[in-house]
């Protein structure tokens, strides 16, 4: 096929058959919460004008800033399950031998 994009894998299946398009204008992320922070939580709005998808397997990612997402699941909270990804948006410390990725 010639028309993938140079040079960018799959993040699934490591294929080089990725193509890029878009997830349309009002693209949106909402984080996995609880029924009732479900009812109240806003999305965050994906930056990123192109997306890309794996011819093979599927799988469609884009971006988003980071920031907003930490703001977001700080204001509105994920589900219960979630424990270990709230510690890292309240910048909590890690336990030895870990990192912090911003």
């Given at each position: 096929m010639d028309k993938t994009v140079?040079?960018?894998y799959c993040l699934r299946c490591s294929s080089k058959q990725v193509v890029r398009g878009s997830l349309g204008e009002s693209a949106r992320f909402y984080p996995l919460r609880?029924?009732?922070?479900?009812?109240?939580?806003?999305?965050v709005f994906i930056r990123n004008e192109y997306s890309h998808a794996c011819l093979d397997c599927g799988l469609i990612w884009n971006e988003l800033d980071t920031g907003s997402l930490?703001?977001?699941?700080?204001?509105?909270?994920?589900?219960p399950h979630s424990t270990g990804v709230m510690?890292?948006?309240?910048?909590e410390?890690?336990?030895?031998?870990?990192?912090r990725v911003d």
């Open positions: 140079r040079g960018m609880g029924f009732f922070k479900a009812m109240l939580g806003k999305p930490k703001k977001n699941i700080r204001s509105f909270g994920l589900a510690r890292v948006v309240q910048g410390d890690f336990p030895k031998g870990k990192s």
